[in-house]
């Protein structure tokens, strides 16, 4: 069993597509804001596990206690995808995500390799 000590941080990823990219822009920014947490790049493409084009957020376990619920009631219909950052990037992904509006399906393949042991 896992302990949440493991959990580092948290990404919370804004998902967008062209007609909602300055939506996804100022609900980024005005995350990183009121919460202090870090907004990356608006990346205008599907990289990494990620299926549409997303900015991500960086915030700690008691950022993340404040941005969650305020994502939920701000997201305007944006997907966002969740998930901690422990020492297993399948298992934050596939089992520990946290889906706000539509879950979409993940690109996994590109953890093979990268398990640990349970």
């Given at each position: 069993m896992k302990q949440i000590d493991t959990i580092q941080n948290y990404h919370a990823h804004v998902y967008?597509?062209?007609a909602s990219f300055d939506q996804a822009h100022t609900l980024c920014w005005d995350a990183s804001k009121f919460f202090g947490v870090e907004m990356g790049t608006m990346?205008?493409?599907?990289?990494?596990?990620?299926?549409?084009?997303?900015?991500?957020?960086l915030?700690?376990?008691?950022q993340f206690a404040k941005l969650l619920p305020w994502l939920a009631l701000n997201r305007n219909g944006l997907i966002v995808f969740a998930h901690p950052q422990t020492d297993d990037?399948?298992?934050?992904?596939?089992?520990?995500?946290?889906?706000?509006?539509?879950g979409l399906d993940l690109n996994?393949?590109?953890f093979n390799g990268l398990q640990t042991a349970h």
């Open positions: 967008f597509d062209e990346i205008r493409r599907p990289v990494g596990p990620h299926p549409m084009p997303s900015c991500q957020l915030a700690t376990p008691a990037d399948l298992q934050d992904h596939r089992d520990h995500g946290i889906w706000l509006g539509t996994l393949e590109i």
